[in-house]
């Protein structure tokens, strides 16, 4: 498995996750969050930074282990997976290709974690590896990333949503969270403010809301991202905040 996980500063300054709300009808913690793009197998043809992926084929085994040992950045074949398990699940469509191929990942943890729903041992090797946002991408780009376009063929997949993961806000009073809401038998997304003891993400409150043990993961990586990436402004009139890597 390779978890494909991309992080944004919102306009203020609070560390957000592309979180990837699994359907009710998920073969595990229906209705959970997810981070992001979790993926064991890949369910079509793709092509990224310069590798084939063949359709119904699983992810390998230690595919991330070819790391820059400058930058701490995923090379080769588990760069190419990293953008594929974002196009599977969250970008979905011909035009956002160009640029998932130009984004980088930092791998920051990895390990072996539980899986008793979706694989015959009940565990699986994963890796969790961070593609930031930074704001200074084109505003054509920003417009096409403030929401997802996931893809609803593929298993498991429900809604990518901007989640707030900053157990300590920068601007308290201003943390926020996107939500689907019913709209005339539709969804929709919209923005919801956290209020009270909900502006701080705890990972222990919030463990059941989430997939496996991705609360506590995702605290860590809110801790990663202010650690790589010191953040400096709004990104113009765009949800995103703009922040430079350290």
Known sequence: CINA???RYDRHGNVQIMAMLRPKTADSDPGDFQMSAGCIFFAEDMTFNGRKIDKMTSTPYGVTQDIDPATGRL???GLAYARAAIYSKLWHGENYIPILDQWNFDKVLEGVVDDVSNTSQAWVETSY???HVTGYESDEEL???E???VNKERANVGFGVWRNIDPNPRDPDNVHSQIYVEDA???KCQDAKH???AKKFDPFAEFDLWHGEHSFV???ISEYVKARYEFEKPAGSTPFGKCRRR
């Open 143 to 145: 417009a096409m990333l």
């Open 75 to 77: 090379r080769g074949k």
């Open 218 to 220: 995702a605290s860590l």
């Open 129 to 131: 590896n961070v593609h």
């Open 5 to 7: 996980i991309v992080t």
């Open 195 to 197: 209020e009270g003891v």
């Open 147 to 149: 929401n997802a376009k």
């Open 185 to 187: 038998g539709d969804f």
